[in-house]
């Protein structure tokens, strides 16, 4: 069964700081591979995938994410955060399926940025 | 409308009603998903609607819980006999590749 784990509940940064929240996967399968951002009160905001090919992913909000198959990672980073960064981070796995199909998510990283 | 819409946005009902929540996915997409999010939680996959096909129920918790979808867009999930335990985020995704979220409906059960 396909699982992800979030290993860091809550990090607390300061702004400009550089950030890394980390994601592991376990599939049986190339994996589809997401994050996603939730702001207090909104929804899930898509900010990156990795379907195939070049392994490290440009995102929105400068954001980018490594694959990683070794490791079975799928780490998101951003080399300097910003105040309205403040939100939870899922991180997600689907079948490598080329349709649309249930995600898995991990259970989340709160990320608080002091100024 | 441009993205997800679902409705209502809260939602508070006494144990033991029956609520209905609604989805309005991003036209043209033809899979649509419901998704729990409890407090503390990720997010609980509860059933998938591709097409005209049928319907993927495997993340439903329970018999209250039954989802449809009318005309392959607009879907309803309805909870039965609400209990406490039913207190969560329910959000709606619709996809033609990678999932748009809606915002969610936050179902209160006293």
């Known amino acids: 069964a396909q699982s992800v784990t979030q290993p860091d509940i809550h990090i607390t940064v300061s702004e400009g700081a550089s950030l890394e929240l980390r994601c592991n996967y376990s599939y049986g399968a190339t994996p589809y591979l997401f994050w996603y951002v939730q702001s207090p009160g909104q929804g899930l905001q898509l900010l990156l995938k990795y379907f195939s090919g070049d392994t490290l992913v440009q995102g929105i909000k400068g954001f980018e994410a490594e694959f990683k198959r070794s490791q079975s990672s799928f780490n998101l980073r951003k080399p300097s955060v910003h105040w309205s960064d403040a939100a939870e981070y899922f991180c997600a796995v689907g079948p490598n399926t080329g349709t649309a199909s249930k995600l898995t998510f991990g259970t989340g990283t709160r990320l608080q940025v002091t100024l | 409308g441009a993205g997800v819409s679902q409705s209502p946005s809260n939602k508070v009902t006494e144990k033991g009603k029956d609520v209905e929540l609604r989805c309005d996915p991003i036209?043209?997409?033809?899979?649509l998903y419901w998704y729990r999010q409890s407090l503390g939680q990720g997010l609980e996959f509860l059933i998938y609607?591709?097409?005209?096909?049928?319907?993927?129920k495997s993340g439903l918790p329970s018999d209250r819980f039954s989802a449809e979808r009318t005309g392959g867009s607009v879907s309803t999930l309805t909870i039965q006999r609400t209990q406490q335990e039913d207190s969560a985020v329910y959000l709606c995704a619709s996809s033609s590749g990678f999932s748009y979220f809606g915002p969610g409906t936050r179902l209160t059960v006293l």
């Open positions: 036209s043209g997409h033809t899979a």
């Open positions: 609607f591709q097409g005209n096909s049928a319907p993927d």
